[in-house]
Structure formats: C-alpha cells, structure tokens
C-alpha cells in the first residue's frame, strides 16, 4: 500500500474529485479525514469508506473550522501527513462584468484564502511528522484561460502561484507543495463552468477543445493525487500536473 499509516485530511471531499481523492487514499492505506460544508455528505462517505476514514464539517473559509479539522484529525489520528486543499468554487460562465461582489468574494475566499488557513493549521502538525505534503487542487483555468470565467480563473492562477512559492518556503521542512489542474470534470459543478444545461449536445462542444476526447472524471484526478502524496514521488514540488487529456497543449 502506497500511503500506510498516512493521516490525510482532503478538503471538498463530499462529492466530486474529493471523494475519488478520499476514497484512493483510503484504498491505499490513509487514514482518511473527509471534510466538507456538506457534513452530512461527508458522513455518508465516511461511513462508505470505512473505519478508517471519519467526516468533519468544515466551512474552509473559516479559521476556527479549519483549526478544529485540522485538530480533529490529529486527535482521532495521531497527526497529519497529507493535506489535499480540494475545496472549490465558481461563478456560473458570463460576462466578467455581471458576476456579482458576493459570487467574487466567496470564489477567492474559497479557493484562495482556505489554502492560507490550512496552510497556517496544518504545517505545525506536518513539522511534528518530520515533513508532509500538501496539494491544490487548481485548475487548467489557471494556467490557460478563457473567456466567461475570468474571476474564477483567477483565483486558480493564484492557487498555481501560491503552489509554488509554498513549495520554495516550506522545503526547508520536508514539506513538498504541488498542485493538480484537471480539465472540466464530470462534478456537481459542471453546469456553471459550461454556463448552459449539461446536455449530450453542450458536452460535446467543450469535449472538442480537449485532444484525448473526454472530460475528466474523479479517478483521474485521485490518480494524480496519489502520485503526489507517494514518498517515492518525495523529489517532486513546487509542480502543477495537467490533468486535461491534453487541453492545455
């Protein structure tokens, strides 16, 4: 098993990418911290998974939530190895101009200002560990953007940033940073990054932009988490993996 007698803690982990990232690492040994605003989601995850998994819900833009996950984990589990920042959130596809102030604020408060709580809660307990890893889940949107999700993009191109300069500070402490930017996915999400009704006709008009003919689903992006968290990838950070079948080329 890759990540025997790893603690991880994977933020968003109720649905979506979370869940296939949750549910891998568990297969492969992780103790498993599900954490989400959907409690009861992650419970129900929780308990599919097994005793080796427990649910925590967590409001990721909030520092007393993210304290009291981060020492829920470490209390249920003796400490923390692998911090998986997967929570996220957009604004439906439009015009740059008539996203609103509340949909902005939220979309950086979430997939921005969670990695800086997180990343404040969780690296004294990783120091304990004698290092640790932390990975973003980031997006092709920020690295390759388009039209209709400008505010949103933005935000992924600071998580891609943030990755990297994480990754140059925290090296010193054996904690290695790296980042996934999956293509758009088959997740609750999909109808705001499409901004039209998810249909096997508007599918087939952003499948076109990406060569190897699909969209991304949860296991691709569990894979590319599991790769990150393995120590035998413990040379590796301060990377942005593509997950995109090849979108972004």
């Given at each position: 098993?890759?990540?025997?007698?790893?603690?991880?803690?994977?933020?968003?982990?109720?649905?979506?990418?979370?869940?296939?990232?949750?549910?891998?690492?568990?297969?492969?040994?992780?103790?498993?911290?599900?954490?989400?605003?959907?409690?009861?989601?992650?419970?129900?995850?929780?308990?599919?998974?097994?005793?080796?998994?427990?649910?925590?819900?967590?409001?990721?833009?909030?520092?007393?939530?993210?304290?009291?996950?981060?020492?829920?984990?470490?209390?249920?589990?003796?400490?923390?190895?692998?911090?998986?920042?997967?929570?996220?959130?957009?604004?439906?596809?439009?015009?740059?101009?008539?996203?609103?102030?509340?949909?902005?604020?939220?979309?950086?408060?979430?997939?921005?200002k969670s990695i800086y709580l997180a990343t404040l809660a969780a690296v004294p307990e990783m120091?304990k560990r004698g290092g640790g890893v932390i990975i973003n889940t980031a997006s092709t949107a920020?690295?390759?953007?388009?039209?209709?999700?400008?505010?949103?993009?933005?935000?992924?191109?600071?998580?891609?940033?943030?990755?990297?300069s994480m990754a140059a500070e925290l090296a010193s402490k054996n904690i290695r940073v790296n980042?996934?930017?999956?293509?758009?996915?088959?997740?609750?999400?999909?109808?705001?990054?499409?901004?039209?009704?998810?249909?096997?006709?508007?599918?087939?008009?952003?499948?076109?932009?990406?060569?190897?003919?699909?969209?991304?689903?949860?296991?691709?992006?569990?894979?590319?988490?599991?790769?990150?968290?393995?120590?035998?990838?413990?040379?590796?950070?301060?990377?942005?993996?593509?997950?995109?079948?090849?979108?972004?080329?």
């Amino acid at each position: 098993m890759r990540l025997k007698d790893k603690v991880a803690v994977v933020t968003g982990a109720a649905s979506g990418f979370g869940r296939g990232i949750a549910e891998l690492f568990a297969a492969e040994g992780a103790k498993v911290v599900i954490a989400d605003l959907n409690g009861d989601g992650a419970a129900d995850v929780a308990r599919a998974i097994g005793e080796h998994a427990l649910a925590c819900h967590c409001d990721v833009t909030k520092r007393t939530d993210v304290e009291a996950m981060v020492a829920h984990t470490v209390a249920s589990f003796g400490g923390l190895d692998i911090l998986v920042n997967n929570a996220g959130y957009t604004h439906k596809n439009q015009s740059l101009m008539t996203v609103s102030e509340d949909d902005f604020d939220r979309i950086y408060a979430v997939n921005v200002k969670s990695i800086y709580l997180a990343t404040l809660a969780a690296v004294p307990e990783m120091e304990k560990r004698g290092g640790g890893v932390i990975i973003n889940t980031a997006s092709t949107a920020g690295v390759r953007p388009r039209p209709g999700l400008t505010w949103y993009n933005g935000s992924k191109g600071a998580a891609v940033i943030l990755t990297k300069s994480m990754a140059a500070e925290l090296a010193s402490k054996n904690i290695r940073v790296n980042a996934i930017n999956p293509v758009i996915g088959e997740t609750g999400m999909i109808e705001q990054f499409m901004g039209m009704p998810d249909t096997p006709e508007n599918r087939a008009k952003f499948v076109g932009g990406i060569p190897l003919g699909r969209f991304s689903k949860p296991s691709d992006i569990a894979n590319a988490a599991l790769f990150l968290a393995d120590p035998a990838s413990s040379f590796i950070t301060g990377v942005a993996i593509e997950v995109d079948g090849g979108r972004c080329i």
